[in-house]
Nanobody, 123 residues
Framework: QVQLEESGGGSVQAGGSLRLSCVAS???????MGWIRQALGKDFEEVAY?????????YALDSVKGRFTISRYNAKNTVTLQMNSLKPEETAMYYC????????????????WGQGSQVTVSS
């Protein structure tokens, strides 16, 4: 079973930057990795995914395009999310996930998430 471990969260002021990392124990049959977030009291939001085979990125949220960059390092089963110009409304728990890449996007596997990394952006 794939195990995922996130790191790199923390607290920053609005406009600041953070870099999240996720290491997978193995990729297994999956061929994409990515990030989903949940703010307190709100629904989950898909943030960004990347194909581990082609390196093609998918930014599910228009609001993060141009500010967030997802990258993968296959030799280390690692995906990172560089987040710049952070906004207070992006305060959330960020979860790493794996999934199946198809039709230009990633379909995350159910119940295969990490424990999450808290990102707090103050105004």
């Amino acid at each position: 079973q794939v195990q995922l471990e996130e790191s790199g969260g923390g607290s920053v002021q609005a406009g600041g930057s953070l870099r999240l990392s996720c290491v997978a124990s193995e990729i297994g049959r999956y061929n994409c990795m990515g990030w989903i977030r949940q703010a307190l009291g709100k629904d989950f939001e898909e943030v960004a995914y990347i194909s581990t085979t082609s390196g093609i990125a998918q930014y599910a949220l228009d609001s993060v395009k141009g500010r967030f960059t997802i990258s993968r390092y296959n030799a280390k089963n690692t995906v990172t999310l560089q987040m710049n110009s952070l906004k207070p409304e992006e305060t959330a728990m960020y979860y790493c996930t794996v999934g199946d890449w198809a039709d230009g996007g990633c379909y995350p596997a159910a119940s295969t998430w990490g424990q999450g990394s808290q990102v707090t952006v103050s105004s």
